[in-house]
């Protein structure tokens, strides 16, 4: 039994026929068949089963595969931390991030990671779910993925780099523009924009409201916080979001920011398979996007109370 007869019976299972992968591996179908013999072998049990349109693993193959999966997925791991640091750091970083991520979270970090590891590729995939966001992390496809920090998840380990405090946004016009801040309770029963309805986020949102015995009225909901802004900027509706680093304006502008400071702030950070099994420049990104955003956040959680802010596109 070998790496590539596993690798191999691999692909046969994800793709149901060997004919598929013999073209793919430019091989014949014997030899690619040769492979899974060997394994049914040394196994004393059949893998495949022979249908008209392909073939399906069986019971045993299934047991097989999900471990055979899981222990090259680790190996190739191995491979490409030695790789990395034989290299001296070189290689890529692979980011999982959503709509609004880098701009918010990770753009002094970007630059001052470019600066230290100038041969390292940054890789940013946008991923639209958090459930995607895990997958990829699973698979090996991504290394690291910045994420609202939920429940636990098999297979993956989440850091809370920063926490949000939530805040108010607003149209200069609107009632409560000139409050310093809010209580909660004083917005039970008012509508407003509804953050992604099946994101952690929102649902973080609605337990934190709930702690306090408050309950919203919602209008149509949006894709990101970027946009619940822009629409609070519009006086379109009133949105409940929380406070990711933006730019601070003076006073004057057609957005207002009320503290929020009665909702548990909404936790943020990494997601990765394994900690231990991180490459060194993708703990090194981690790292910088972490220290930057820890730095940063007690200086305007200490502002939030008396600060009027606005937050753009572009």
Same mark, same amino acid.
């Not at 409560?176 to 986020?201: F, K, M, Q, W, Y």
């Given at each position: 039994?070998?790496?590539?007869?596993?690798?191999?019976?691999?692909?046969?299972?994800?793709?149901?026929?060997?004919?598929?992968?013999?073209?793919?591996?430019?091989?014949?179908?014997?030899?690619?068949?040769?492979?899974?013999?060997?394994?049914?072998?040394?196994?004393?049990?059949?893998?495949?089963?022979?249908?008209?349109?392909?073939?399906?693993?069986?019971?045993?193959?299934?047991?097989?595969?999900?471990?055979?999966?899981?222990?090259?997925?680790?190996?190739?791991?191995?491979?490409?931390?030695?790789?990395?640091?034989?290299?001296g750091h070189s290689g890529y970083v692979r980011v999982a991030t959503?709509?609004?991520?880098?701009?918010?979270?990770?753009?002094?970090?970007?630059?001052?990671?470019?600066?230290?590891?100038?041969?390292?590729?940054?890789?940013?995939?946008?991923?639209?779910?958090?459930?995607?966001?895990?997958?990829?992390?699973?698979?090996?496809?991504?290394?690291?993925?910045?994420?609202?920090? +939920?429940? !636990? #998840?098999? &297979?993956?380990?989440?850091?809370?780099? %920063?926490? @949000? *405090?939530? =805040?108010?946004?607003? /149209?200069?016009?609107?009632?409560?523009?000139?409050?310093?801040?809010?209580?909660?309770?004083?917005?039970?029963?008012?509508?407003?924009?509804?953050?992604?309805?099946?994101?952690?986020?929102?649902?973080?949102?609605?337990?934190?409201?709930?702690?306090?015995?408050?309950?919203?009225?919602?209008?149509?909901?949006?894709?990101?916080?970027?946009?619940?802004?822009?629409?609070?900027?519009?006086?379109?509706?009133?949105?409940?979001?929380?406070?990711?680093? +933006?730019? !601070? #304006?003076? &006073?004057?502008?057609?957005?207002?920011? %009320?503290? @929020? *400071?009665? =909702?548990?702030?909404? /936790?943020?950070?990494?997601?990765?398979?394994?900690?231990?099994?991180?490459?060194?420049?993708?703990?090194?990104?981690?790292?910088?996007?972490?220290?930057?955003?820890?730095?940063?956040?007690?200086?305007?959680?200490?502002?939030?109370?008396?600060?009027?802010?606005?937050?753009?596109?572009?």
């Amino acid at each position: 039994m070998t790496l590539e007869d596993l690798r191999v019976f691999i692909a046969v299972c994800r793709a149901g026929s060997l004919s598929s992968v013999a073209r793919d591996l430019g091989r014949t179908q014997s030899a690619v068949s040769q492979h899974v013999k060997r394994l049914e072998r040394e196994t004393g049990t059949a893998l495949l089963e022979r249908r008209p349109r392909g073939v399906v693993p069986t019971q045993a193959g299934r047991i097989l595969e999900a471990a055979a999966g899981e222990g090259i997925n680790a190996l190739d791991v191995a491979v490409r931390q030695l790789r990395d640091l034989v290299e001296g750091h070189s290689g890529y970083v692979r980011v999982a991030t959503g709509a609004t991520t880098v701009r918010h979270f990770m753009s002094e970090a970007v630059v001052a990671f470019r600066r230290r590891h100038p041969k390292v590729n940054l890789e940013f995939r946008t991923v639209s779910s958090g459930r995607g966001s895990f997958d990829a992390l699973a698979d090996g496809t991504l290394d690291l993925a910045w994420i609202t920090i +939920g429940p !636990p #998840v098999r &297979g993956i380990e989440q850091r809370t780099v %920063v926490e @949000l *405090p939530w =805040l108010l946004a607003v /149209p200069a016009d609107d009632p409560l523009a000139g409050r310093p801040h809010l209580d909660p309770a004083e917005l039970s029963g008012a509508r407003v924009i509804r953050l992604p309805p099946n994101s952690t986020s929102a649902a973080h949102l609605e337990a934190a409201c709930a702690e306090r015995g408050v309950r919203f009225a919602y209008e149509p909901s949006v894709a990101d916080w970027d946009t619940a802004l822009l629409l609070a900027e519009l006086g379109i509706g009133r949105a409940v979001v929380p406070a990711v680093p +933006g730019l !601070p #304006v003076p &006073g004057d502008g057609p957005l207002r920011l %009320v503290p @929020l *400071p009665g =909702l548990r702030p909404l /936790p943020v950070g990494w997601a990765v398979r394994r900690w231990d099994a991180l490459s060194p420049p993708a703990r090194a990104f981690a790292d910088t996007v972490a220290a930057l955003r820890r730095a940063q956040a007690p200086a305007r959680s200490a502002s939030l109370p008396g600060e009027e802010e606005r937050l753009r596109d572009g």
